[in-house]
T-cell receptor
Framework: DTAVSQTPKYLVTQMGNDKSIKCEQN?????MYWYKQDSKKFLKIMFS???????INETVPNRFSPKSPDKAHLNLHINSLELGDSAVYFC?????????????FGPGTRLTVL | AQTVTQSQPEMSVQEAETVTLSCTYD???????LFWYKQPPSRQMILVIR??????QNATENRFSVNFQKAAKSFSLKISDSQLGDTAMYFC????????????FGKGTLLTVNP
């Protein structure tokens, strides 16, 4: 009964391809996030959705498009992959937007662009 | 904008000893929340401990405790009786209590517990 799950866990692809990462949470949370962890382990938020509405969009190239079909899912689609997109992508969820609401992280997806 | 600084890229400690990881932050907000997350080699992000800025009492979770100095904007993590399983990257993180919903992370400290 995984709380926040991501698929796939590993993704290896060629430059220029389009790929998607799926995220699902079974915690009944209203808010979901995508984070990127680069090769130096630095974690930075990319997007946040609350009740399927985009709340945070952090200067991310528009090749990245999040999609939230319902509150339990937040998928990340990446077009025209570049070498610099190689990273670990984490999905997370929280009850709401309040700072006190703990964010629960998924296991991460390691994306390697060749 | 908020910033979180972890000045120790790497630290090591002997099993059963105590170690303190440093974190400072910068914010103009009065109400906010601070966190320490642990990321072991499995790469799972695990919440270790949380502190609410308006609470003066330092948070404690078993062997983990914090020293929260609001005026100095300092939030250090103390791990007592270190165990081999504590070996991980530790991230300090900040989130505002107002309309800034972003969790901002420090660059992390790699802690190695030696047998």
């Amino acid at each position: 009964d995984t709380a926040v799950s991501q698929t796939p866990k590993y993704l290896v692809t060629q430059m220029g391809n389009d790929k998607s990462i799926k995220c699902e949470q079974n915690l009944g949370h209203d808010t979901m996030y995508w984070y990127k962890q680069d090769s130096k382990k630095f974690l930075k938020i990319m997007f946040s959705y609350n009740n399927k509405e985009l709340i945070i969009n952090e200067t991310v190239p528009n090749r990245f498009s999040p999609k939230s079909p319902d509150k339990a899912h937040l998928n990340l689609h990446i077009n025209s992959l570049e070498l610099g997109d190689s990273a670990v992508y984490f999905c997370a969820s929280s009850l709401g937007l309040a700072g006190m609401d703990q964010q629960f992280f998924g296991p991460g997806t390691r994306l390697t662009v060749l | 904008a908020q910033t979180v600084t972890q000045s120790q890229p790497e630290m090591s400690v002997q099993e059963a000893e105590t170690v303190t990881l440093s974190c400072t932050y910068d914010t103009s907000e009065n109400n906010y929340y601070l966190f320490w997350y642990k990321q072991p080699p499995s790469r799972q992000m695990i919440l270790v401990i949380r502190q609410e800025a308006y609470k003066q009492q330092n948070a404690t979770e078993n062997r983990f405790s914090v020293n929260f100095q609001k005026a100095a904007k300092s939030f250090s993590l103390k791990i007592s009786d270190s165990q081999l399983g504590d070996t991980a990257m530790y991230f300090c993180a900040f989130i505002g209590g107002g309309s800034n919903y972003k969790l901002t992370f420090g660059k992390g400290t790699l802690l190695t517990v030696n047998p």
